[in-house]
């Protein structure tokens, strides 16, 4: 399946896996939004990863909707910098007082806030899918400005990717 990962780079693929949401499923209501009104706890799903590139020096985590009604779609949640060493992030570790491993950083969502914000399609929209991603990124840090937006981290991302893991729930709008 294409993703919209694939305009920033085409990657190899390795493995993400989730005990909160399933590629191809619907989302359950913790992982919708409760801010925008969705009847949702915003709490971000659990992930691990496996089968990354050796050379791996990080990994940076984001959850797009690219059908979301903005012309840009709708950044939901990204961390940069996770450690090579970590290979998972439990669930709820997108909350806004959330510890990340290491130098691990929550960038502010397209909400303008730093924690994950789950999904809310506007009411008769049909289905969004969510591209949960995990890139293996070939720096221990990206050097970015915490003030940078998703889209700026994206295009970061772009000569840093080694390779992408990607789940893609949906939610009915």
């Known amino acids: 399946m294409s993703t919209p990962y694939d305009l920033i780079a085409t990657v190899p693929a390795f493995t993400v896996t989730s005990t909160d949401v399933r590629d191809g499923a619907e989302m359950k209501p913790a992982q919708a939004s409760g801010v925008f009104g969705a009847g949702g706890d915003d709490v971000s799903p659990q992930l691990s990863w496996s089968g990354f590139p050796a050379e791996t020096k990080s990994f940076v985590v984001t959850v797009y909707d690219p059908t979301a009604p903005t012309g840009s779609g709708f950044w939901h949640w990204a961390v940069a910098d996770i450690p090579a060493t970590v290979t998972s992030l439990p669930t709820g570790a997108g909350a806004e007082s959330a510890t990340l ?9 397209d909400a303008r806030l ?3 914000i789950g999904a809310a399609p506007p009411a008769g929209s049909g289905r969004h899918d969510y591209f949960i991603a995990v890139h293996a990124v070939d720096v221990e840090t990206l050097g970015l ?4 937006t998703p889209a700026f981290l ?3 991302l772009a000569g840093h990717t080694l390779a992408r893991a990607v789940i893609t729930p949906y939610f009915n709008g």
Do not use: I, K, T, V
């Open 101 to 109: 491993p290491g130098a691990a950083w929550q960038l502010a969502n």
């Open 114 to 116: 730093r924690r994950y």
């Open 145 to 148: 400005d915490h003030e940078s």
């Open 154 to 156: 994206g295009f970061n």
